[in-house]
């Protein structure tokens, strides 16, 4: 059973950046695609991109494309989500999500971003 | 790009009651590719149903998936309390793997 432990709650300036981590364990990191999925208040989900760790290869929404980078970190078993040119708009929660072939089996538990104007 | 349409937007209904949820794709997305989760207030999403029919681990038989093409259902036979949240269907198929924008289910 895998258990995604992300990072914590994060407070920004409109124009800065936001790196997010979801650590690992309890399975096999390496060979699991881990998406990232955020949820503004009230809204449904929407996936940003995803990686596949074994191979270093990140796939974005062309929506965040110009402003997202996945990575991720086979030796400590973690991925990151970086958010850059923040906006008010980008104020949500983010999660992090593994499974095998993009599906989004196990969730991390979530980072609540506020971007601040 | 692929928009997936969830109905009704709110059903109201008892425990005990069956429970029927659409999820409509504005083009063919085949079954290998879908999948429901329930999501409680505070909480992440959880998978329920992958493949448009099969249960993850640990859900009730009570729930099922079903259809194929542009029109799936998440049928819950007899309602239990705690299965009264929002519910989103999503197609993993490919990129940008859309959500639908969820069925509140509430307790009537």
């Known amino acids: 059973q895998v258990q995604l432990v992300q990072s914590g709650a994060e407070v920004k300036e409109a124009g800065s950046s936001v790196k997010v981590s979801c650590k690992a364990s309890g399975g096999t990191f390496s060979s699991y695609t881990v998406s990232w999925v955020r949820q503004a208040n009230g809204q449904g989900p929407e996936w940003m991109g995803m990686i596949l760790p074994i191979l270093g290869v990140a796939n974005y929404a062309q929506k965040f494309q110009a402003r997202v980078t996945i990575t991720a970190d086979k030796s400590t078993g973690t991925a990151y989500m970086e958010l850059s040119g923040l906006r008010s708009d980008d104020t949500a929660m983010y999660f992090c999500?593994?499974?095998?072939?993009?599906?989004?089996?196990?969730w991390g538990q979530g980072t609540l971003v506020t971007v601040s104007s | 790009e692929i928009v997936l349409t969830q109905s009704p937007g709110t059903l109201s209904l008892s425990p005990g009651e069956r429970a029927t949820l659409s999820c409509r794709a504005s083009?063919?997305?085949?079954?290998?590719?879908l999948a429901w989760f329930q999501q409680k207030p505070g909480q992440a999403p959880r998978l329920f149903i992958y493949?448009?029919?099969s249960r993850a681990t640990g859900i009730p038989g009570r729930f099922s998936g079903s259809g194929s093409g542009t029109d799936f259902t998440l049928t819950i036979s007899r309602l239990e309390p705690e299965d009264f949240a929002v519910y989103y269907c999503q197609h993993y198929g490919g990129s940008p793997y859309p959500f639908g924008q969820g069925t509140k289910l509430e307790i009537k």
């Open positions: 083009q063919s997305i085949g079954s290998s590719y």
């Open positions: 493949g448009a029919s």
């Open positions: 999500a593994s499974g095998s072939n993009v599906r989004l089996d196990y």
